[in-house]
């Protein structure tokens, strides 16, 4: 008769355990959901910001040399090193605020497209620069390539969360007026 009761009260606190885990679980899922676009919208807008300003002072960013070069040829050599690098990070300060204050977020991200090829054009360019290590490993200049792969699929996520936001917005406009 007691492990009965014993067993019981155990189905019971596991069930009340179940039941309380589900409804964090449902919690958090909605947190994730109506913040997780923004956070990493601002997360990104921050690494552009960042990385634009060690652009601005000569000598500090480690991709510096590497924009010089890719400017140099994508340019044909018609804009000096130093003003294409300077152009580069007021585009990437640019992106950074737009996409931190969310304000003219489609044309921040329409940049970002624009900064990306760009950014991702070494990898056709100078594959020798940025697969030079060992066993064509992958230099500190190709790793920070490398890493704007993450930089381009967390824009098209924001991109693509925008215009869903936009067509769930038409949506509920025609709806009103129907």
């Not at 009761?5 to 039941?19: C, D, F, H, I, V």
């Not at 807008?45 to 140099?72: N, Q, W, Y």
């Not at 790793?143 to 098209?156: E, F, M, P, R």
């Amino acid at each position: 008769m007691r492990g009965l009761a014993t067993e019981s009260l155990s189905a019971g606190a596991s069930k009340n355990l179940r039941t309380k885990l589900d409804t964090l679980g449902a919690h958090i899922t909605r947190w994730l959901t109506r913040w997780s676009i923004t956070i990493l919208r601002v997360g990104l807008g921050v690494i552009f910001l960042g990385f634009g300003v060690l652009k601005f002072f000569p000598g500090v960013s480690p991709a510096e040399g590497l924009v010089m070069r890719t400017l140099d040829v994508l340019a044909f050599g018609m804009i000096p090193a130093y003003t294409g690098v300077a152009l580069v990070a007021a585009l990437e300060c640019a992106i950074g605020l737009g996409l931190i204050t969310g304000r003219f977020l489609p044309l921040a991200l329409v940049l970002l497209s624009f900064q990306m090829v760009g950014a991702m054009s070494p990898l056709l360019l100078f594959p020798g620069d940025l697969f030079g290590g060992p066993h064509h490993a992958p230099t500190l200049e190709g790793q920070y390539v490398l890493k704007d792969v993450v930089l381009i699929s967390a824009g098209l996520v924001i991109g693509g969360a925008l215009q869903g936001r936009r067509n769930v917005s038409e949506h509920a406009l025609r709806d009103r007026r129907q």
